[in-house]
C-alpha cells in the first residue's frame, strides 16, 4: 500500500491510495472526525485485493490526512456519507463494490440509501454504528491507554486491545498514524468532534433508527450485501449487534449473507487478512 | 452425477459415486435409515466439485442402494459413522475432507471423534442433529406429505415442503428416489426404524450431549471446521439450533468460522449451489 494520491473533493482535499485492474472496490475505515482509523487500516488487505481488483482506499472527511469538515455543524455522520459520493465522482467512479468497517459500514449503508446508483455491492463489516447507539468499550479503553503519553505506544495500545490476539498492529501501519495524530488538523478535529459529539450522536441516533426501517421496508432488496463478524469483537459484540444485524439484513435482503470469523476482535480484516480477503473476493465474484 | 459403483463395506453393499482429481471430498448426506435421503442429495454440487476436487459421495448403510444394518441391534446412529469409516477404507482413502448435511454433520463430528486421523477437514451444514431436535416441523410435513399416492410426487412434496423457494427438487433426485424407496430393502429399513426408534433416540440423545462435551473440551481443537446454516430452515431454525451451534463451535475451535446463506431451507447446498460450492471451495482451498 504505497504512494498516497490527493485529489480536492468539493474542496476538500483527500488522500486516497488507488491499485489493480478489475471490478472497482473500495474501503472505507472507521472511526469518525479525529478517529486514528484512515485508508491505511487496509494496510494488510490492499495490495493482495489489488491483484483482483481495482481497489481504492480513502481517507474520510476530517481523518488521516484528509481535510477536516469546513464547520463545526458539519461534524456530524452523513457529512462523511457525502464526501465518499463526492470522493467517488472526483477520481470517476460511476458505481463500485463498497466494503465499510465499522462507522465505515454504517456510512456505506446510508450511501446506498442516498445514492444508490453508484453501489454495485455492500460488504459490512462488524458495523456496530448500524445496530447499537454507544459502544462503552472504546470510551473505556481509550481511559486504560490515557496515562500513556507516547503517541505511537498509546496507538499500538489501542489497536492491540481491539484484537484477539494481539498481533494487528504493522509498522506501516503506526508510520502513517503517526504522521498525522501529531498534527494541528488532527487536534483541530478532535476538539471539534468533543464538542459536537452531543449534536452528532442525538443526528446519529434519528438516522440510525430512520435507516433500519428503510432495510426493513427493502431498502436494500436490490443489492447484493455480503455482512461480515468477527466472534470476538468487544465493541461491537456478536449477540448484541452482529446477530441482530443478521436478523435485520438477511430477511429484507434476498440477494445477502453472514459470515462469521472467529477468534477476531474488530479489525477482523486486519486479524485475518488471508481468509477476510477470501470471502470478500469469493462473494463479489459470485455475483 | 454418473456411473454409480458399488464396493462391499464388511460384508454392506454400499453404493458410492466418485469423479475428479484434487484434494479428497467426502459428502455425507442427511436422514437416517429408511429415509429418502441419499448420495443424490449432492446432484446439483457434484459436476462443480469433480474441476477441483476428487469428491466422493456414498449412499449411507440402509440409505438409498446402500444395504440395511445387519440386525436390528444396529439401527443407531454409530452404526452409519462406523460404515462411513469402513467406507474411506474400503476405498483406500486415507484422509478427506468431510461435509456433512443434516444427520450427516453429526456423523462427520462423530468421525472426527472416534477416528480423527481420516478427517483432514470438518463442515457441518445444517445439522440440527448436532444440536437440539426439533421433530415438530417434519412431523407435520410427513403428515401432509400423507395425501399424496404418487411416490414421486409424495417426495417431491417433501423435499419442496423443505425449501424455500420450492426449486430444489430435480429429474435427476426424483427418478433416484423412485428407484430405491418403495422396494422391499427400503421397506424393511422403514419398519426397523419404526421399531428401534426409541432406542436409537436415547441413544442419540446420550452420544450427542457426550459429543458436546467432548467439543467443549478441545476435541475439535485441531480440526479446521466451516459450519453453515441457512437462514430460513424450518427443521434446523437459525435461532434454536444454528446460534447455539456457534456458540458450541467458534469458542472451542480456533479455526473454524460460520457462513449463513439466506433465502434457503434445510438443503442449502440444492437450493444455492454455485454459491454453497463457492463458499466450500474458499474454506479447503484457504487451509
Known amino acids: 500500500m504505497e504512494n498516497p494520491k490527493f485529489v480536492d473533493v468539493e474542496g476538500i482535499r483527500t488522500r486516497y491510495f488507488e491499485a489493480g485492474q478489475g471490478e472497482p472496490m473500495v474501503l472505507i475505515s472507521g472511526g469518525q472526525f479525529g478517529s486514528f482509523n484512515c485508508a491505511t487500516d487496509w494496510d494488510l488487505n490492499f495490495d493482495d485485493l489489488a491483484g483482483d481488483f481495482h481497489v481504492f482506499a480513502v481517507d474520510k472527511i476530517g481523518q488521516g490526512h484528509t481535510d477536516n469538515p469546513k464547520d463545526p455543524s458539519d461534524y456530524i455522520l452523513g457529512t462523511a456519507v457525502q464526501h465518499l459520493h463526492d470522493f467517488l465522482k472526483a477520481v470517476g467512479l460511476e458505481q463500485a463494490h463498497l466494503v465499510g468497517h465499522s462507522r465505515g459500514g454504517y456510512a456505506i449503508v446510508r450511501l446506498a440509501l442516498e445514492h444508490p446508483e453508484v453501489v454495485k455491492s455492500l460488504t459490512i463489516v462488524d458495523s456496530g454504528s448500524i445496530m447499537h447507539e454507544a459502544a462503552p468499550f472504546y470510551v473505556e479503553l481509550a481511559e486504560k491507554a490515557a496515562h500513556i503519553t507516547d503517541p505511537r505506544e498509546k496507538h499500538e495500545f489501542m489497536m492491540v486491545n481491539s484484537s484477539f490476539s494481539g498481533t494487528i498492529v504493522s509498522d506501516g501501519w503506526l508510520d502513517d498514524v503517526m504522521s498525522f495524530v501529531t498534527t494541528p488538523k488532527y487536534r483541530i478535529a478532535q476538539e471539534t468532534d468533543v464538542e459536537m459529539w452531543p449534536t452528532c450522536h442525538v443526528d446519529h441516533v434519528a438516522r440510525q433508527k430512520e435507516t433500519k426501517e428503510w432495510i426493513a421496508k427493502g431498502g436494500l432488496s436490490d443489492l447484493p450485501v455480503l455482512v461480515t463478524w468477527a466472534y470476538n469483537d468487544q465493541g461491537a459484540p456478536i449477540e448484541e449487534c452482529g446477530i441482530p444485524a443478521m436478523h435485520l439484513i438477511l430477511p429484507s435482503v434476498p440477494n445477502s449473507r453472514m459470515h462469521i470469523f472467529n477468534q477476531s476482535g474488530h479489525y477482523v480484516f486486519r486479524e485475518h487478512p488471508k481468509e477476510f480477503n477470501a470471502t470478500v473476493r469469493t462473494f463479489i465474484q459470485g455475483l | 452425477m454418473e456411473d454409480a459403483k458399488f464396493i462391499d463395506v464388511n460384508g454392506t453393499r454400499t453404493r458410492y459415486f466418485e469423479a475428479g482429481q484434487g484434494e479428497p471430498l467426502l459428502l455425507i448426506h442427511g436422514g437416517q435409515f429408511g429415509m429418502y435421503n441419499s448420495a443424490r442429495d449432492w446432484d446439483r454440487n457434484w459436476e462443480d466439485f469433480t474441476k477441483d476436487f476428487h469428491v466422493y459421495a456414498l449412499d449411507k448403510v440402509g440409505q438409498g442402494h446402500s444395504d440395511n444394518p445387519a440386525r436390528a441391534d444396529d439401527y443407531l446412529l454409530g452404526t452409519a459413522t462406523?460404515?462411513?469409516?469402513?467406507?474411506?477404507?474400503?476405498?483406500?482413502?486415507?484422509?478427506?475432507?468431510?461435509?456433512?448435511?443434516?444427520?450427516?454433520?453429526?456423523?462427520?463430528?462423530?468421525?472426527?471423534?472416534?477416528?480423527?486421523?481420516?478427517?483432514?477437514?470438518?463442515?457441518?451444514?445444517?445439522?440440527?442433529?448436532?444440536?437440539?431436535?426439533?421433530?415438530?416441523?417434519?412431523?407435520?410435513?410427513?403428515?401432509?406429505?400423507?395425501?399424496?399416492?404418487?411416490?414421486?410426487?409424495?417426495?417431491?412434496?417433501?423435499?419442496?415442503?423443505?425449501?424455500?423457494?420450492?426449486?430444489?427438487?430435480?429429474?435427476e433426485w426424483l427418478d433416484d428416489v423412485t428407484t430405491y424407496v418403495d422396494a422391499p430393502k427400503n421397506r424393511e429399513a422403514m419398519a426397523t426404524m419404526a421399531e428401534m426408534w426409541p432406542t436409537l433416540d436415547i441413544d442419540h440423545q446420550k452420544n450427542r450431549d457426550d459429543t458436546h462435551d467432548w467439543i467443549r473440551a478441545g476435541g475439535l481443537k485441531d480440526m479446521p471446521t466451516l459450519v453453515i446454516w441457512a437462514y430460513d430452515d424450518q427443521g434446523a431454525p437459525i435461532i434454536k439450533n444454528g446460534i447455539p451451534c456457534m456458540h458450541l463451535i467458534l469458542p472451542n475451535v480456533p479455526n473454524s468460522q460460520m457462513h449463513i446463506l439466506n433465502q434457503s431451507g434445510h438443503y442449502v447446498f440444492r437450493e444455492h449451489p454455485q454459491e454453497f460450492n463457492a463458499v466450500i471451495r474458499t474454506f479447503i482451498h484457504g487451509l
Open chain 2, 82 to 171: 462406523q460404515h462411513v469409516y469402513d467406507f474411506m477404507q474400503a476405498v483406500g482413502l486415507e484422509k478427506a475432507h468431510v461435509a456433512g448435511h443434516s444427520r450427516g454433520g453429526y456423523l462427520v463430528a462423530r468421525l472426527a471423534l472416534e477416528h480423527p486421523e481420516v478427517v483432514k477437514s470438518l463442515i457441518m451444514i445444517d445439522s440440527g442433529s448436532l444440536m437440539w431436535s426439533t421433530p415438530e416441523f417434519y412431523e407435520d410435513l410427513n403428515k401432509r406429505a400423507e395425501a399424496y399416492t404418487d411416490v414421486r410426487e409424495k417426495h417431491r412434496f417433501i423435499l419442496e415442503g423443505s425449501s424455500f423457494a420450492g426449486t430444489i427438487a430435480t429429474d
